[in-house]
């Protein structure tokens, strides 16, 4: 096996990094300790993880032009605060720059003497046991004495925006391979249907009131477009129909299509011209309980007139649309 390079990579600049990493969330953590003075202080990070459950022990990273950090460094001990979703404003005021940042915030000291922030959603109580230079930051190790969870959901940053996490409805298995033989089971009718006039199948999956709508507005009934495609295959030889893409979202299905087919008999009132033609369009299906009950149809018929090169019929055609 060969090994392959991407010669086409470019150089990028550290806002490219930067701005790729902005993309993936982090969790909103305020390191907390107290000063050489006694007094509280802390910055915001959004590097903090666990690092071993053997000895338990978590680790962050901190910029090397900070100036809380070594404050709170020399003490040996911090908490970092895991902050809850609604905690914007402690957020932004350990984020700013000076000696005062919990002038508004209210705090308790923990059971090793560092500052934790009321109504977080958990608080993990540490002594400072290594850290290394690494690049621009410095990476710190901290051994955890103490953890508490609160109850609220935690604060989240993401693409340089704050917010908070949305649980994801749980999609089954079973659901995932319903809508999966659902789009299976249309496309294939459907192209049945149009491609090879083969109806039946497609008969099978409609439902009673079935109707079909075209971007002009009119509606026709299942009888209808059935005649439809027995005229289209009168008209046309060598007729083939591709699905160029086929999407399932909730009860629709969406099909991209191209029929390729030769002009052998009177079409639109354009008689045979034994040309070979092309036409692109787009239905979109909804379905329920396992039957289709409407389709949209949208295709362009200056197209099929352009490709029996009939312009000036494709112009009154548009005119008359």
Known sequence: ???????????????????????????????????ADNKPSGLIVGTFQSLSLDPPLVTFSVGKGSST???????????????ASDQN???????????????????????????????????????????????????????????????????????GKLGACTTLEPQTKTSTSKRQEMLSRISDAWMRAWGKGETKAFEELVSKNYVRHSKSGDTVSLPE???????????????????????????????????????????MD????????????????????????EEWVVWDPRELLASMEIWHLGDQKRMSA
């Not at 950090?69 to 911090?78: E, I, M, S, Y």
């Not at 005649?227 to 991209?256: R, T, Y």
Request: net charge neutral; with cysteine.
């Open 1 to 35: 096996m060969t090994a392959m390079t991407d010669k086409a990579t470019s150089a990028f600049t550290a806002d490219d990094q930067r701005k790729l990493f902005s993309l993936l969330p982090t969790g909103v953590v305020a390191i907390t300790g107290m000063t």
């Open 69 to 83: 950090w070594p404050a709170l460094r020399a003490q040996g001990k911090f908490t970092a605060n895991i902050l």
């Open 89 to 159: 404003d402690v957020c932004s005021a350990l984020g700013k720059k000076g000696d005062d940042k919990f002038k508004n915030i209210d705090y308790r000291l923990s059971a090793i003497g560092t500052p934790r922030i009321p109504n977080a959603t958990a608080w993990v109580d540490c002594h400072v046991r290594s850290e290394v230079v690494a690049g621009d930051h410095f990476v710190i190790v901290g051994s955890i004495a103490r953890i508490e969870t609160g109850f609220k959901h935690a604060l989240v940053f993401s693409e």
């Open 225 to 267: 477009m059935l005649k439809q495609i027995e005229d289209s295959h009168s008209a046309f030889g060598e007729f083939n129909v591709d699905i160029l893409h086929a999407i399932d979202e909730g009860d629709f299905v969406a099909l991209h299509w191209r029929t390729q087919a030769k002009h052998t008999g009177t079409f």
């Open 270 to 293: 354009v008689p045979a011209t034994q040309r070979e033609v092309t036409v692109h369009g787009a239905s979109f299906m909804r379905h329920r309980d396992g039957q289709i009950v």
